[in-house]
């Protein structure tokens, strides 16, 4: 139990397009997402809490406007990198906590690696 | 969230137990200990979480100390698979539930 998957797994994109990824609880229901970015050698960075019906939290240095959060249902979010640029180019990771059961652990997806040229 | 401490990298062979180290001394008394792990190219996998019992799944186990101020993760019998970034993370239960990464450490499984 407790599967989140990304879709797509990786994604080449022409500079200045825009990128959607998605992320789905598979198993569970969950009224909290998270969105990291993970850049080569180092640790994942948290980028924005998403909530389900509601508008998500953006950490600080993180454009809100560049960086468009859905938290539609209770079992996916979706973020688009709007307008990306080579500088975007990273490895996008979402986790997912159950609003019942093991409310204290989060479970996350594989991850998108975006590259844009 | 407190701030956790741990080596940069690690060396272990394969079939002993790796035992991994975390010190957060300044973690106070509603905050956890949870360990994630990071295989190369894929998402963080939850490990195991403790408060300030000695816990155990069937993963690994998490040894805290009496003052909390350390842990120790403790892979009994790694196995190759086991290479990974080992993230120590503390935080509370309640609230924003996010997680804040540090570097880790980089454990490597020798044959």
């Known amino acids: 139990g407790a599967v989140v998957s990304q879709h797509p797994s990786r994604v080449i994109c022409k500079s200045g397009t825009s990128v959607k990824i998605e992320c789905r609880s598979l198993?569970?229901?969950?009224?909290?997402m998270f969105w990291y970015r993970q850049f080569p050698k180092q640790s994942l960075m948290l980028m924005a809490t998403?909530?389900?019906?509601?508008?998500?939290?953006?950490e600080q240095g993180v454009e809100k406007d560049k960086f468009l959060i859905n938290h539609a249902s209770l079992t996916l979010s979706t973020l688009t990198v709007t307008s990306a640029h080579p500088e975007d180019s990273s490895f996008y990771i979402c986790?997912?906590?159950?609003?019942?059961?093991?409310?204290?652990?989060?479970?996350f997806g594989p991850g998108t690696r975006l590259l844009v040229l | 969230d407190a701030k956790t401490t741990q080596p940069t990298s690690m060396d272990c062979a394969e079939g002993r137990a790796a035992n991994l180290p975390c010190n957060h001394s300044?973690?106070?008394?509603?905050?956890?200990v949870y360990w994630y792990r990071q295989i190369h190219s894929q998402g963080p996998q939850y490990i195991i979480h403790?408060?300030?019992n000695n816990e155990t799944n069937e993963m690994a186990s998490l040894i805290i100390t009496e003052d909390r101020k350390s842990s120790t993760l403790i892979l009994p019998h790694a196995t190759l698979r086991d290479t990974a970034v080992y993230y120590c993370?503390?935080?509370?239960?309640?609230?924003?539930?996010?997680?804040?990464f540090g570097q880790g450490t980089r454990l490597t499984i020798n044959p």
């Open positions: 300044t973690i106070s008394g509603n905050e956890y």
């Open positions: 403790g408060l300030k």
């Open positions: 198993d569970f229901q969950a009224t909290t």
């Open positions: 993370i503390v935080r509370i239960i309640q609230g924003a539930q996010k997680l804040v």
């Open positions: 986790s997912a906590t159950p609003i019942q059961g093991a409310l204290e652990t989060q479970y």
């Open positions: 998403s909530n389900e019906g509601s508008k998500a939290t953006y």
